[in-house]
T-cell receptor, first 114, second 113 residues
Framework: DTAVSQTPKYLVTQMGNDKSIKCEQN?????MYWYKQDSKKFLKIMFS???????INETVPNRFSPKSPDKAHLNLHINSLELGDSAVYFC?????????????FGPGTRLLVL | KQEVTQIPAALSVPEGENLVLNCSFT??????LQWFRQDPGKGLTSLLL?????REQTSGRLNASLDKSSGRSTLYIAASQPGDSATYLC????????????FGAGTRLAVHP
């Protein structure tokens, strides 16, 4: 069983388009995250939701809008895509906010903006 | 602002060698430190998590140490195998606030037969 899944796995699109990436976790976790891994391989947190409430927003352009319809899903919608948005986007989840909680990552969505 | 640095950026070794990957962080106010493995085109797999009160954690051929006061961690891989080839990422969870991880850029390891 896949613990954290993302769709699509690959996304190639033109500048200016709007696109969405979906994430689902079947671990029963309360908290979900979006990270961006850029061309230099740095992983940086973008957003985090706990029980469907936004708790972390790391100065991400407002073209990016996360949506959590329920605890098991956290989707990422991106408006007016730019070349610099090309990256790998990882979804993750954790049980809660405790100090001992590890995060479980999805396989990533590779976004290429042309 | 917390920054995480990993040295070396890349490492190529023959099979069977013992090796050490290094991670340093600028702010010692952390809850824990994690080592992850990333295979090409895949997600991240958590290898070891060390709490701030711990000095080391072991899992099979992997041993991770933490010296919080000096802002350093090492990942020791014993008797390396070609299957260990991957990128190894170090991440810290800052104290206070919500659960977010600050990652280093990783060490790309190649173990050749």
């Amino acid at each position: 069983d896949t613990a954290v899944s993302q769709t699509p796995k690959y996304l190639v699109t033109q500048m200016g388009n709007d696109k969405s990436i979906k994430c689902e976790q079947n671990l029963g976790h309360d908290t979900m995250y979006w990270y961006k891994q850029d061309s230099k391989k740095f992983l940086k947190i973008m957003f985090s939701y706990n029980n469907k409430e936004l708790i972390i927003n790391e100065t991400v352009p407002n073209r990016f809008s996360p949506k959590s319809p329920d605890k098991a899903h956290l989707n990422l919608h991106i408006n007016s895509l730019e070349l610099g948005d090309s990256a790998v986007y990882f979804c993750a989840s954790s049980q809660a906010q405790g100090r001992r909680e590890t995060q479980y990552f999805g396989p990533g969505t590779r976004l290429l903006v042309l | 602002k917390q920054e995480v640095t990993q040295i070396p950026a890349a490492l190529s070794v023959p099979e069977g060698e013992n090796l050490v990957l290094n991670c340093s962080f600028t702010d010692s106010a952390i809850y824990n430190l994690q080592w992850f493995r990333q295979d090409p085109g895949k997600g991240l797999t958590s290898l070891l998590l060390i709490q701030s009160s711990q000095r080391e954690q072991t899992s099979g051929r992997l041993n991770a140490s933490l010296d919080k006061s000096s802002g350093r961690s090492t990942l020791y891989i014993a008797a390396s195998q070609p299957g260990d080839s991957a990128t190894y990422l170090c991440a810290v969870r800052p104290s206070g606030g919500y659960n977010k991880l600050i990652f280093g850029a990783g060490t790309r390891l190649a173990v050749h037969p």
